[in-house]
């Protein structure tokens, strides 16, 4: 069997695997084998560059930023901060959901994760938006959609896999994702605007405007309790990009900050709850790094049969027209990002395309910010939609009732971010060509 035929098996293969329901680490590891099997790639070999591969110092910052946004979750951090914005909007309508957009953005420049977004701030939102006149569908949607910005806004667990898998400089990719959260915030906030001002009334008895339901906190007292939630990003960003120290050592710091602020400061951490949740985030972690070797493997055993150059040379041969490929590239990476998680179609998918856009000419910091910005569209459509399901789950919402708003959010405020990324290089590439990353 010649390499691509099998290469084409070996995607079948795990296609169908995932599509079963097969454990995501099983899949890849059930794929590796085939190409093992059937391509003559001598494993012992792969197992020890693997290994090598797994001890890195970047990937440990995988596991820390986890664990920092688990324990974010578990404190009061965002509600302190919604408290703060209350006192700055006052009754302007539709003003609430803003609020959500935005510190929804400023979780994502703390844990790094999307997960987080849902998880601190869905209790607490959607009924305070319910409360205002929100339907429950688009609540849960509103605060669930705005979750993706924690992949978007730096630091970004995806992104650090990117550079670690590709050797991408991580520093420029987290700057090369900040203009396009920005985008993202300003569309999905008018998105809630027009909601608020056309349809909540109509839609829930209770019309919204702007009238929190929850007694507005002194401003004081409010602004003294938001100033270490505040702080947290500023420490994170600052001293990554002020060299004190690298992402890694930033997500051990963000871990150690977040365990203070909520056992110290906001004593919303237990004992009890603390470990409770690190022995969750423990048994997660490990999945995921299973996953991460054997889509490492599978990668790997790709490049030393050069698939990738292979592609290329398909490619080069089908079409000279850069804007085509990126059609294409775009339409594949929506399809992945629907059968599984943006971390599993980064180790999969980055080894292959960016050899193919690179000889496109796509600078590798741009092609970062395609890879991130497409995938992170994932986690909302099924039939993975892993941060849809959770979202379901906190607002105790159906299907049915969130599909249609989260469409609305992702083809009218995240389709034209996607687009505006992938075809307008100055989009991803103006922060770090002016920090000096491109």
């Known amino acids: 069997m010649d390499v691509m035929t099998a290469f084409a098996f070996c995607m079948v293969l795990l296609l169908v695997l995932l599509l079963v329901g097969v454990p995501l680490p099983y899949c890849f590891a059930g794929a590796l084998i085939f190409m093992v099997a059937t ?20 990937l440990m ?52 994760s999307a997960f987080t977004g849902i998880a601190a701030l869905g209790s607490i939102m959607i009924p ?14 509103l605060v669930t959609c705005s979750s993706i910005l924690g992949t978007l806004i ?54 919204i405007e702007g009238q929190v339901t929850k007694a507005k906190p002194k401003a004081s007292r409010a602004f003294v309790e938001a100033i270490p939630a505040l702080l947290l990003p500023v420490i994170i960003l600052g001293g990554i990009y002020g060299g004190f120290f690298t992402a ?34 423990a048994s997660s972690i490990g999945s995921i790094f299973m996953m991460i070797f054997f889509c490492l493997l599978l990668s790997q055993c790709m490049t030393q049969l050069k698939i990738p150059q292979m592609l ?52 590798p910091i741009h092609f970062g910010a395609l890879m991130i ?3 992170s569209c994932g986690c909302l459509t099924p039939p993975y939609a892993s941060v849809l399901y959770f979202g379901m789950k906190v607002g105790n919402a159906k299907f049915g009732e969130m599909m249609k708003n989260t469409l609305v959010f992702l083809l009218v ?22 920090l000096g990353y491109a």
């Open 154 to 207: 730096p630091p970004s667990i995806p992104i650090i896999v990117l550079g670690w898998t590709t050797g991408i400089s991580i520093l420029g990719c987290f700057m090369a994702t900040v203009v396009p959260g920005i985008i993202t915030i300003l569309t999905f906030s008018a998105i809630n605007v027009f909601y608020a001002r056309r349809y909540a009334k109509e839609e829930n008895a209770e019309a």
């Open 312 to 363: 290329v040379d398909i490619f080069l041969g089908f079409t000279n027209n850069k804007f085509v490929v990126l059609i294409m590239v775009n339409v594949f990476l929506l399809f992945v990002g629907m059968i599984v998680n943006d971390t599993t179609a980064i180790m999969l998918c980055a080894p292959l395309l960016m050899p193919l856009l690179t000889a496109y000419g796509v600078n």
């Open 39 to 58: 391509c003559g790639i001598p494993i012992k070999s792969l197992f020890v560059w693997g290994y090598s591969q797994m001890i890195s110092t970047s």
């Open 61 to 112: 910052a995988v596991p820390m930023f986890i664990i920092a946004g688990n324990l974010i979750a578990e404190s009061s951090i965002a509600e302190k901060l919604v408290d703060l914005a209350r006192i700055f909007v006052g009754k302007v309508k539709g003003a609430l959901g803003c609020i959500c957009v935005v510190v929804c953005g400023i979780m994502g420049a703390i844990s790094g």
């Open 128 to 141: 305070e938006l319910q409360k205002e006149g929100y339907s429950r569908g688009f609540a849960t949607s």
């Open 248 to 281: 890694t050592e930033a997500a051990g710091v963000c871990s150690v900050l977040a365990l203070l602020l909520g056992a110290l400061v906001y004593r919303q951490l237990k004992v009890k709850n603390t470990m409770d949740m690190l022995k969750t985030t």
């Open 413 to 434: 405020g995240y389709v034209p971010v996607m687009l505006l990324t992938t075809y307008v290089e100055a989009i991803s590439l103006f922060l770090p060509r002016l």
């Open 373 to 375: 910005v497409n995938l």
